[in-house]
């Protein structure tokens, strides 16, 4: 009785297949691709942006700010006072200081707030600004 016991379990492991070189393999692709993926920012709210004939396609755009169309400010989907627009600019700027600033208005926003946001912007040390668009 032991010997056919011994037998089934000798059978037995013969017949598992192990598949931890498998789960290695889908762990590192798994990596690769977390890794090599881009993530796309947005402002947190719909804006309907002016049209332009000579809009371009900004790739650097790190700091994305919304500006609806009753004035309220939005950076990284929470509306941000306008005396605290500066501070926010300056903390995403030191996380990636290659980056720009592309200001999401509406359409109907006013022109005053568009002002004041380039202006925190520029007195955070980013200079490099752009007003965000629909190509005609």
Do not use: C, W
């Amino acid at each position: 009785m032991r010997e056919l016991f011994s037998q089934a379990v000798e059978q037995e492991e013969e017949s598992a297949i192990d598949i931890t070189p498998m789960l290695d393999i889908v762990f590192i692709m798994l990596i690769f691709f977390i890794v090599t993926a881009t993530f796309v920012k947005e402002s947190g709210i719909d804006v309907n942006r002016p049209d332009a004939n000579t809009a371009t396609q900004q790739d650097r755009a790190s700091i994305l700010i919304a500006i609806d169309d009753t004035g309220a400010v939005f950076i990284d989907r929470r509306r941000v006072e306008l005396d605290a627009v500066r501070a926010n600019i300056e903390r995403l700027h030191a996380e990636n200081p290659q980056g720009t600033v592309v200001i999401q208005a509406d359409e109907n926003a006013s022109t005053k707030q568009l002002v004041a946001v380039m202006d925190a912007s520029r007195e955070a040390g980013v200079y490099e600004v752009s007003i965000a668009t629909e190509r005609r």
